[in-house]
């Protein structure tokens, strides 16, 4: 899978309301003295997502409330992006609390991410349902952080194994690379299979 991550890594840009100011990599004077809630929907290739958060959000009752938000596109055809911490720590700079938007497939590795950083404020599980959501996101603006559950949690190691396998390693550079053998590394490749419900070989062609 490809992805263009240097396009990724060059912009975040405020969707509270029709001027989509930039914060990032440098906020403009219009968003610095903004006094309206900002939230931001990363990375934005998300069309459908983008919109539905605007109308949840931007045209509700959280116009007035102070702080800001970034909902990350936490979804499978973005991965590659969420193997190791650099998003994080792009993504912190805005200075606004993050919320992972995870579908399915990708729930072990957003409650990775969620117990092991503390930048992440909480998650959104689309597999929850509408109403749910809605509910999340009612807490979420009344700085009520929500209870992760673990759904299958990956572990750091797996979390390597798949940063690897995603740039194109083979299982014996994998092996190396981590100093593991290769029983051990079939199991780790077998566990994460499991929890993201796909085959590393095969539905990682994007």
């Not at 969707?15 to 990032?24: A, I, M, P, T, W």
């Not at 990708?106 to 950083?117: C, G, T, V």
Request: hydrophobic share 40%.
């Amino acid at each position: 899978m490809k992805v263009n991550t240097t396009k990724i890594f060059n912009g975040l840009s405020c969707v509270s309301c029709q001027f989509r100011c930039e914060l990032l990599p440098f906020p403009s004077l219009r968003t610095i003295n903004c006094i309206k809630e900002q939230f931001c929907v990363w990375p934005e290739s998300n069309y459908y997502l983008s919109i539905g958060l605007v109308d949840v959000v931007a045209n509700s009752k959280y116009n007035y409330m102070g702080g800001g938000f970034v909902f990350v596109d936490f979804s499978l055809a973005n991965i590659k992006i969420f193997t190791n911490a650099r998003w994080l720590d792009y993504l912190a700079r805005s200075g606004l609390r993050l919320i992972l938007v995870s579908d399915k497939l990708m729930e072990p590795l957003a409650a990775y991410w969620k117990q092991r950083d503390d930048r992440i404020f909480s998650v959104l599980y689309t597999s929850d349902g509408y109403e749910n959501i809605l509910k999340s996101i009612d807490k979420i603006y009344l700085r009520k952080i929500n209870a992760t559950r673990a759904r299958g949690k990956m572990t750091e190691k797996e979390v390597s194994v798949l940063f690897l396998v995603l740039n194109g390693c083979s299982l014996k550079e994998i092996a190396g690379e981590l100093q593991i053998g290769s029983k051990r590394l079939y199991n780790i490749k077998y566990s994460i299979e499991r929890k993201l419900g796909v085959k590393l070989f095969h539905a990682f062609q994007f």
